[in-house]
Every structure is written in C-alpha cells, then in structure tokens.
C-alpha cells in the first residue's frame, strides 16, 4: 500500500511542476472564469440585487467552465508525445495515476477558486470574507467531487473523435447533485446559516465527493487500458 | 370530456414515438441484412476468381 | 441465416395483445378520475414507461457492470441495448409528463425531484449514446459506455436526494392517490404495467438481435479486410 501513495505523490508532483513552469493552465483557466463573471455582469443588471443573490451560482458557473477547460487540457497535454501510454508503462496502479491526476487537478481548481472568490467580491459586492472558513467546507467538497468524475470523464472524452467537447456533456449531467450541494451550500452561508443550517447540502456534497471518488478510483483501470 | 384532448395528444405521441422507434429498427435491420448479402455475393465471385479480390 | 428471433416475437404478440386492450382497460374499464377527467388517463401509459426507463437504465448498469468484469461482449450488446430502449421510454416519460402537467398543474414544466431526475438520466443516456457513436475504437469505446452507465446508475438516487432537498413540490401528494386509487383504477393500471413489461421486453430482445447481427457483420467485414491484405502482400511479393 505504501507504494502506491508514493506514486500517487509522484504522478502529483510531477503535475504541479509542469505546472509551475509554465503556469499556462492555470493562468488560462483563471482568466477564463474572470471573463465569465464579467459577462454575467453584462448580461445582467450589473449591481442590482439580483446579482447578489445570484453570485453563488455565478461563481460555480465560472469555476464549472474554467475547471473543464482545465481538465481538458491536463489530458491534452498526457496525449502529446504519447505520454499516457508512458505513464501506464510505468509500475504505478491505475488507482494511484488516477489519484496523482485527481490531486493536481483539484489543486489546480482550489487555486483558481481562490483568484477568483475576491473578484466576486469586488464585482458583485457579496461579503465573503466574513464567512470565509465556514465557506471552504462546501467549496472543498464540491471541489472534490468535480475533480473526481472531471479526472475520469476526460481521460475517456481524450479518446474519442469529439475529444474535449464531450467533456462538459459528459460531466454536466453527471455533476448536478454536487453542483446543488455547492450552491446551496454557497447561498445558505451567505445569508448567515451555520454548517448545521447546511447540513443537508453537506451530507450530500459529501456524499457525491465519496461515492464518486470511490467509483472513478475503480473504473479508471478500464478507461486506461487498451 | 375534460381534458380529452390533452389525453388524446399524450397516446399519440406514445404510439408515435413507438411506431417509429420500431421502422427505425427494422430499416437498421434490412441495412444489415442487405450489406450481408452484399458480402456475400462479392465472397462467392471471390472463391471463383480469386485474383479479383486482390 | 436470418433466424426469426423466439423471445422478441413471442414478447411482441404478448404486447400487442396488451396495447390493443390496454385502451379499453384505461378509457372503459376504469372510473374517471373527478379533478382529472381524461387527464389522469394519460398516467396509464406515462407511469408504466418510467418503470420501464428504471428498468431499462439498472439492467444498462448491471450489463456494464458484468462486462467489466468478464470482458464478454455479449455483455456490452446487452448493455447497450438496454441503455437504448430505456432511453426511449425515458424519452415517453419526457414527452407525456407535461402534457399531463399543463391541465393539472396548469404549466407544462415543474421543477420537482421526480421530474428532474429523469430529465437528468435523459441528459446523461444521451452522453453515453454520444460516447457511442463518437468513439474510434469499438472495444473502448465499450468500456467507457460501461463507465458511464455505472456512474450514471450511481447517480440516480443522488439526483433524487438533491433535487428532494432543492424543490419540495407537490408530487408526494399526486403519487399517494395515484396508489390508493380505486380497485378498477388499480387493475387497469397493473394491466397497463404488464403492457409495457411485454412491449418492452419485446423491443430489447429485437434491438439486441439487431445489435448482434450488427456485430457479426463487422467482424465479417474485418475479416475480409485482413484477407485482403494478406491477399495484396501476396500479389506484390
């Protein structure tokens, strides 16, 4: 067992420094989910209450689309060079590739959900930062369970003809219980609740983030084989 | 008589959707059919003269 | 070499005997409904077709589940047949639910837990039909079906739960006396279930006998292309 977090601790740190050179992805998918917020601005009476009382659905919009340009890339980037098929050449587990991979992805989605939280802040005038530690619980778990079925969903859309655009079709549909959770959980603490208020909306994000992290860890073998 | 109409519109749709789910099948299954003939025929002129198949 | 297929003619007859007493049994034999009128009539065939949809998506997930495992692509046709005529009636859910809902409800679209996760399980069998046809490769494409049917069936009491606590709607209220109904209600209602059981088995065994001379053909197929390669390396040796 020892050995197979010791390659999932490899496959994540080996993201992360792909990563880190460049900054490519992450700089791409923050700027992306900027320009979403922006657009419900436009699209929208910019400042009214309406706004407000949307923003947590605002910011899982912009942080839903900007993860799976993400994920989307991250496989991208396995397939250039044929490098997936090196990685299951090498003696790690599926599980533990699947693990590595699902790591940095939702490293990759908290940093951007960090970027992006202050400029709802600054554009929809939601206070935030009061309830900040009572607002990471829902985010982590949504964060989590995205990054789980994401991880799965786009190592299988990487093989197909229509390649990333049949990830969001994939993954949308698939993802509502997590998405509910997360904005209502999101909601919820904005209008004062307590984590017990929302319990209900974390048992369920919960719920998602297990069962699917469980399932993806089993089922990833068979996305990877030939 | 309430509502009849909305009754009358939902079995139609049903019947419909069936009727042509199945004629969808059935054309799937004659496309098969006839591709296998198709096959089959071009085997046959192959086992005679088996140049033309290279 | 075309076989008549036993289970799906047999299924077939039982069916059509079934829908052509189904409308007696529906519009005759069972009392009109007071507040509904003809409208609770159209229960008779939407509630049989999302059985059947439920049916339809648990044996796709079974299916998939066992071909996992076993690696035998019988298992695959059947899965993906499943997964096709589940879609169908799931598609009847879609279609019927709102012309009931409109008279009823007076809006064509409610945003409750039951009506959610179907349209959900639509969303999500219309990716896997997608990732059917989309795919280069039949055999992985096969395992990825099988993927998304296992999550997809996962999902199921999930979605219901979140959309439970997201909408609480009146539904609980129009099923408790869709179920203590009336005996003549209830028979006709039962009587309409079997129908379906019939129309769908009937529908399933034909698409999967479809599915399997499908496959049988494009094995043919590869085979002769293998022949001819052999054959073309021959001619330019």
Redesign the interface.
């Known amino acids: 067992m020892p050995t197979f977090f010791t390659h999932t601790l490899a496959i994540f740190q080996k993201d992360l420094k792909t990563e880190w050179r460049t900054k490519e992805r992450l700089s791409a998918m923050t700027f992306f989910a900027f320009l979403v917020i922006l657009i419900f601005n436009f699209a929208f009476e910019p400042g009214s209450p309406i706004m407000q009382s949307a923003a947590p659905g605002i910011f899982w919009i912009a942080t839903t689309f900007a993860g799976l340009m993400g994920l989307g890339r991250a496989f991208a980037i396995e397939k250039q060079n044929d490098c997936l098929l090196g990685l299951r050449l090498t003696p790690a587990d599926p599980g533990a590739i699947f693990l590595g991979k699902m790591l940095g992805n939702m490293v990759a989605m908290l940093l951007l959900e960090a970027l992006i939280l202050p400029i709802l802040v600054i554009f929809l005038d939601v206070e935030v930062f009061a309830v900040l530690p009572r607002l990471c619980v829902p985010i982590f778990l949504g964060t989590l369970g995205f990054a789980a079925v994401g991880t799965l969903f786009a190592a299988m859309s990487m093989n197909t003809r229509l390649q990333e655009a049949l990830l969001p079709i994939l993954t949308l549909p698939v993802l509502v219980p997590a998405l509910l959770a997360a904005v209502e959980s999101f909601r919820g603490i904005l209008e004062g609740d307590t984590l017990s208020d929302i319990f209900p909306w974390l048992k369920l994000g919960g719920a998602f983030a297990g069962l699917f992290g469980a399932a993806c860890l089993l089922l990833f073998e068979f996305v990877l084989e030939d | ?4 109409g ?2 009358t ?3 139609i ?2 019947w419909v ?2 009727l042509l ?2 004629l969808n ?1 059935a054309k ?2 004659k496309d ?2 006839e ?2 003939q198709g ?1 089959r025929a ?2 046959n002129r192959g086992e005679s003269t ?1 140049q033309d ?2 | ?2 076989r008549p297929y036993i289970p799906a003619f047999v299924f077939g007859i039982l069916a059509l005997i079934g829908l052509a007493i189904a ?1 007696y049994m529906a519009l005759m034999y069972a009392g009109m409904e007071k507040d ?4 609770q ?2 229960f008779y ?2 509630v049989p ?1 999302a059985f059947m949809m439920y049916i339809g998506f648990a044996l796709c997930a079974i299916f998939s589940a066992l071909y996992l495992y076993k690696k035998d692509k019988k298992y695959d046709i059947w899965a993906l047949c499943s997964a096709e005529v589940g879609l ?1 009636f799931c ?2 859910v879609l ?2 639910g709102p ?2 809902a ?2 009823i409800w007076g809006t064509w679209w409610v945003w409750d837990a039951q009506l959610t996760l179907t349209l959900m399980l639509w969303l999500i069998f219309v990716a896997y039909m997608m990732l059917h046809s989309y795919s280069e490769d039949s055999l992985q494409s096969a395992k990825f079906r099988a993927v998304l049917g296992i999550i997809g069936f996962l999902d199921m009491p999930l979605i219901h739960y979140a959309t439970k606590l997201w909408r609480t709607h009146h539904p609980e209220v129009v099923r408790g006396e869709e179920f203590g109904l009336p005996l003549d209600m209830k028979i006709a209602f039962y009587f309409c279930v079997l129908t379906f059981l019939m ?1 769908f088995l009937a ?1 399933l065994f ?2 999967v006998s ?1 599915e399997k ?2 496959d049988e ?1 494009e094995s ?2 590869s085979e ?1 292309r293998d ?2 390669a052999i ?2 390396q021959l ?1 330019s040796d």
Do not use: C, D
Request: hydrophobic share 55%.
């Open positions: 008589m309430q509502y009849i909305y009754m519109a939902a079995y749709i049903i959707a069936i789910y199945f099948l799937r299954e098969i059919w591709e296998l096959l071009t085997l088996p198949n290279v | 070499m075309r409308p509904m009128g003809f409208a009539k159209i065939y939407h077709s169908l598609t009847l279609l019927t012309i009931w409109k008279p129309l529908i034909k698409r479809v001379a499908h053909l043919i197929k002769i022949r001819k054959l073309g001619g």
